[in-house]
C-alpha cells in the first residue's frame, strides 16, 4: 500500500493504534530494522505508515550518500507528512521513529498534537558528546510518550538517563544490554529478534492503554 512515497504495514485484523514512523539518520525506511519493527507491530494491531526524509529519498534517485538535511527542514517534512497521513486515513495517529526520526517527532508531538509519541533508540546524545545532551524539550514534554532503550545504547545508556529531568510524560522501557539498535550482547543470552518482539510488544501495549 504505498502514495506520496509512503509504506504502509496493515494489520491483518483490527487496527488497535496507529503511528506514522521515521527512519534514523543513517538507514532508509526500508531498512531491515524499520520493516521488521513495522511488521511486528502491524501483527499487534498498529497500522504503520513509514517515510522518508528528503536527503535520504534523494539517496535512492542515485545521489549517493548524503548526509540528513538541516533540522528545519527536516521537522517540515515531518509536518507535511503529518497532513498527508491525516488526510488519507483520519484517526488518532502517534508519531516516533528510530535515532533521529524519533528525535524530530518529539520536537513536534506537542505541537502537532499527536495522540502519542514512541522513540526507538532515542539519541539522548551526539555520539561520543554525552556533555551535549538533547534533553531540554523533553523535560516539559505533554504527549504520553513510549522510549525504548537499550540499557548499553553509546547515544543514552541506564545510568546516565538516569541523571536527566525527563517529563511525567515519559515512560521509559529499558532492554538488557541493548545498544542503539537494540541489540543486546551475545552473552547476554537474550536475541535481537527477541528485542524487537519485546519493543513491539510494548509500543502496541501502550496504544491499548493510552
Not at 28 to 33: Q, R
Not at 117 to 135: D, S, T
Amino acid at each position: 500500500m504505498n502514495f506520496s512515497g509512503l509504506m504502509w504495514s496493515v494489520p491483518p485484523d483490527e487496527v488497535r493504534g496507529r503511528l506514522i514512523l521515521a527512519h534514523g539518520a543513517g538507514a532508509p525506511m526500508d531498512s531491515p530494522f524499520m520493516t521488521g519493527m513495522s511488521e511486528r507491530l502491524a501483527g499487534r494491531g498498529i497500522l504503520v505508515a513509514r517515510f522518508e526524509f528528503p536527503y535520504m529519498a534523494q539517496r535512492r534517485q542515485g545521489g549517493g550518500k548524503r548526509p540528513p538535511n538541516p533540522q528545519s527542514q527536516l521537522l517540515e517534512c515531518w509536518r507535511t507528512i503529518w497532513r498527508e497521513v491525516n488526510a488519507e486515513a483520519s484517526g488518532d495517529w502517534a508519531i516516533g521513529g528510530k535515532s533521529m526520526g524519533g528525535r524530530m517527532a518529539s520536537l513536534l508531538a506537542d505541537e502537532l498534537g499527536a495522540a502519542a509519541l514512541i522513540c526507538l533508540g532515542y539519541p539522548f546524545h551526539a555520539a561520543g558528546k554525552p556533555e551535549r545532551p538533547r534533553v531540554e524539550h523533553l523535560a516539559d514534554l505533554q504527549t504520553p510518550t513510549l522510549i525504548v532503550q537499550g540499557e548499553r545504547d553509546a547515544l543514552g545508556n541506564r545510568e546516565r538517563v538516569a541523571g536527566y529531568a525527563l517529563s511525567p510524560a515519559i515512560r521509559l522501557h529499558w532492554l538488557a544490554a541493548g545498544d542503539h539498535d537494540l541489540k543486546p550482547l551475545k552473552a547476554s543470552g537474550y536475541t535481537h529478534a527477541a528485542h524487537l518482539d519485546s519493543a513491539a510488544a510494548q509500543v502496541a501495549a501502550f496504544f491499548v492503554a493510552e
